[in-house]
């Protein structure tokens, strides 16, 4: 039953590491968002992809890119990461055009930044 | 661009008892608003949302209610179980999913 998956549940990397976050999905959707989430922030958009190599800049896009070479993966990417990029990032992946329709999300990528 | 507001931020109740979380938002153009529950250690899930050509909706325990004047509406949780206690998180859209906007999130827990 799993519909939307990303790699890694828990993360530990390094100041100025290249961070990469991996979101599958199984439904053939051809949209993919990535979020994250921080208390008292609630849930925030990065990036989305509506489309195989198609990418819009969500609110927070700085410091962050992403990659969609196929159609079921969606990767977030940290070009180098830094200590206020620790935060809980949600990938999720709704159908298109279809407003009202449940977006499935992921469980989840806990990312510390140290 | 949208704002959405959404109180309380955290809300205890006994089983048994009602729980209302309350958002407002500022676009009126915003015509779709979904309710999220996250549990612990999972992603959000959709339990309910009401479109604007509609001011209540319900689905078992749960109910939305719309003000489109008042620009704000409303998730009620009925006869409240221990199994109710998570996050949730109203949102609001004009575009479809790409221009949700949420709010900062309810931690409900309901206590036996």
């Known amino acids: 039953d799993v519909k939307v998956t990303q790699s890694s549940r828990y993360l530990v990397k390094r100041t100025g590491e290249k961070v990469f976050l991996e979101c599958v999905q199984d439904m053939d959707h051809e949209n993919m968002f990535w979020y994250r989430q921080d208390p008292g922030l609630g849930l925030r958009l990065i990036y989305f992809?509506?489309?195989?190599?198609?990418?819009e800049k969500g609110d927070i896009p700085e410091g962050y890119s992403v990659s969609r070479e196929k159609k079921e993966r969606f990767s977030l990417i940290l070009e180098s990461a830094s200590t206020n990029q620790t935060s809980m990032y949600l990938c999720?992946?709704?159908?298109?055009?279809?407003?009202?329709?449940?977006?499935?999300f992921g469980q989840g990528t806990r990312l510390t930044v140290v | 661009g949208e704002n959405v507001e959404q109180h309380p931020s955290t809300l205890s109740v006994q089983e048994g008892d009602s729980a209302v979380i309350k958002c407002t938002y500022s676009d009126s153009a915003s015509n779709y608003f979904p309710w999220y529950k996250q549990e612990l250690g999972k992603g959000p899930q959709l339990i309910i949302d009401i479109r604007s050509n509609v001011g209540e909706k319900k689905d078992q325990r749960i109910a939305v209610t719309l003000n489109k004047t008042a620009k704000h509406f409303s998730l009620h949780i009925t006869e409240t179980q221990p199994e109710d206690s998570a996050v949730y998180f109203c949102?609001?859209?004009?575009?479809?999913?790409?221009?949700?906007?949420f709010g900062t999130g309810t931690r409900l827990l309901v206590s036996p």
């Open positions: 999720a992946s709704p159908p298109a055009n279809k407003v009202g329709t449940e977006a499935f």
């Open positions: 992809s509506y489309d195989v190599k198609m990418k």
């Open positions: 949102a609001a859209s004009s575009k479809g999913f790409q221009k949700l906007v």
